[in-house]
């Protein structure tokens, strides 16, 4: 190989090595960008926060209850006071066998003449009940009851005196429908069951038949809210009853007194009951699942985004082993290269010396 020959092949190795460096910092460089990702990821890790389930403890609480006949009483808060007493406040519940309930919708039918329209469900027509006169009521007449009787299938059934009784009672289903569902005109039909053989009555507000909406056929296009006499629970808060409470050797209350030292004062046996919120358990619940499944979502995310990143820096641990081996090579040949070039001028020197 001749000297220019030997130099422009060193100067070529020599910008192949510089060439193989660069691209080696390079990489380093693309290698510590990916270990801070690495490293972000691994702290995001460290700093999410595992859900934990609820406790069922943490819903339950200790109920203290005493019985007055139908009434059940359930203590709501307890307040000492200086002089031993307590000051107390308690929920009394019953069922009340004769208030007004939803009795369900139905498709209702109308029939004749604005400002004198009928109202049916299936056959039975309904009939407005207004508020009489108890009076007025034992005054009606044979033929004023007959009318009223008119052709309803159920007060056909009734005696006069029956007839007048029903009337009064149906003052009473008025005031009680005004008190739960507010003042309106209602309107009434009977209905037997088949079984028992008995009536109930069913209500519907006249101002609801009249604002709704009705077919050609006549028959409304949505469903009518009624009202029936039934059984519902019902609450009243008692507060600021004084009482002396009895415990026994653990601190729990086995009797209360209430009024003590007064003509009405009584004792009640207490029952102590561990009482869980179910509902506001189950949502703690659903929430914790819900938590948890975006807790692994994102423990998912993150690994894979983990792995991507693995699998670029072993490409490019790869890519640099073959940058060092090239190195190697290319270091190997300058070698060579340089012993040709110091053998050209040495032997040039002696020609020309």
Same mark, same amino acid.
């Given at each position: 190989?001749?000297?220019?020959?030997?130099?422009?092949?060193?100067?070529?190795?020599?910008?192949?090595?510089?060439?193989?460096?660069?691209?080696?910092?390079?990489?380093?460089?693309?290698?510590?960008?990916?270990?801070?990702?690495?490293?972000?990821?691994?702290?995001?890790?460290?700093?999410?926060?595992?859900?934990?389930?609820?406790?069922?403890?943490?819903?339950?609480?200790?109920?203290?209850?005493?019985?007055?006949?139908?009434?059940?009483?359930?203590?709501?808060?307890?307040?000492?006071?200086?002089?031993?007493?307590?000051?107390?406040?308690?929920?009394?519940?019953?069922?009340?066998?004769?208030?007004?309930?939803?009795?369900?919708?139905?498709?209702?039918?109308?029939?004749?003449?604005?400002?004198?329209?009928?109202?049916?469900?299936?056959?039975?027509?309904?009939?407005?009940?207004?508020?009489?006169?108890?009076?007025?009521?034992?005054?009606?007449?044979? !033929?004023?009851?007959? +009318?009223? #009787?008119?052709?309803?299938?159920? =007060?056909?059934?009734?005696? &006069? $005196? /029956?007839?007048?009784?029903?009337?009064?009672?149906?003052?009473?289903?008025?005031?009680?429908?005004?008190?739960?569902?507010?003042?309106?005109?209602?309107?009434?039909?009977?209905?037997?069951?088949?079984?028992?053989?008995?009536?109930?009555?069913?209500?519907?507000?006249?101002?609801?038949?009249?604002?709704?909406?009705?077919?050609?056929?006549?028959?409304?296009?949505?469903?009518?809210?009624?009202?029936?006499?039934?059984?519902?629970?019902?609450?009243?808060?008692?507060?600021?009853?004084?009482?002396?409470? !009895?415990?026994?050797? +653990?601190? #729990?209350?086995?009797?209360?007194? =209430?009024?003590?030292?007064? &003509? $009405? /004062?009584?004792?009640?046996?207490?029952?102590?009951?561990?009482?869980?919120?179910?509902?506001?358990?189950?949502?703690?619940?659903?929430?914790?699942?819900?938590?948890?499944?975006?807790?692994?979502?994102?423990?998912?995310?993150?690994?894979?985004?983990?792995?991507?990143?693995?699998?670029?820096?072993?490409?490019?641990?790869?890519?640099?082993?073959?940058?060092?081996?090239?190195?190697?090579?290319?270091?190997?040949?300058?070698?060579?290269?340089?012993?040709?070039?110091?053998?050209?001028?040495?032997?040039?020197?002696?020609?020309?010396?």
């Amino acid at each position: 190989m001749g000297m220019a020959a030997s130099q422009a092949r060193f100067l070529g190795l020599t910008a192949r090595k510089t060439n193989v460096e660069f691209e080696g910092q390079q990489i380093n460089q693309q290698r510590t960008t990916l270990s801070n990702q690495s490293a972000n990821y691994y702290n995001d890790l460290l700093g999410m926060s595992v859900p934990v389930p609820p406790s069922v403890a943490d819903y339950s609480k200790t109920v203290y209850t005493f019985e007055d006949g139908s009434l059940s009483n359930s203590i709501s808060s307890m307040i000492a006071q200086a002089d031993g007493t307590y000051l107390i406040s308690y929920t009394s519940s019953w069922t009340d066998d004769f208030a007004m309930i939803s009795a369900g919708q139905s498709i209702v039918t109308r029939s004749g003449n604005e400002g004198n329209y009928t109202y049916r469900v299936g056959a039975k027509e309904l009939r407005q009940m207004i508020t009489r006169d108890e009076g007025d009521i034992d005054n009606l007449s044979e !033929e004023e009851l007959e +009318t009223l #009787r008119g052709n309803d299938e159920y =007060l056909k059934t009734l005696s &006069d $005196d /029956q007839l007048k009784n029903l009337l009064k009672e149906e003052n009473n289903y008025i005031q009680l429908l005004n008190e739960q569902y507010g003042n309106a005109n209602w309107m009434v039909r009977y209905v037997q069951n088949t079984t028992t053989g008995t009536w109930s009555p069913y209500f519907v507000k006249k101002e609801v038949l009249d604002s709704a909406i009705y077919s050609d056929t006549g028959s409304s296009q949505s469903n009518i809210p009624a009202y029936t006499v039934g059984s519902a629970q019902k609450t009243e808060e008692v507060k600021g009853v004084i009482a002396r409470l !009895e415990q026994d050797a +653990t601190g #729990r209350i086995i009797n209360v007194t =209430l009024n003590p030292g007064e &003509d $009405d /004062q009584v004792t009640y046996a207490v029952t102590t009951n561990t009482v869980t919120d179910q509902e506001a358990y189950d949502d703690a619940m659903n929430q914790y699942e819900y938590d948890k499944a975006q807790y692994d979502q994102s423990i998912q995310e993150i690994n894979a985004k983990i792995e991507i990143i693995q699998a670029q820096d072993k490409n490019l641990e790869l890519r640099l082993k073959q940058l060092d081996t090239e190195q190697d090579a290319i270091s190997t040949e300058m070698d060579a290269v340089q012993k040709v070039i110091e053998k050209n001028t040495e032997s040039t020197f002696k020609t020309f010396g």
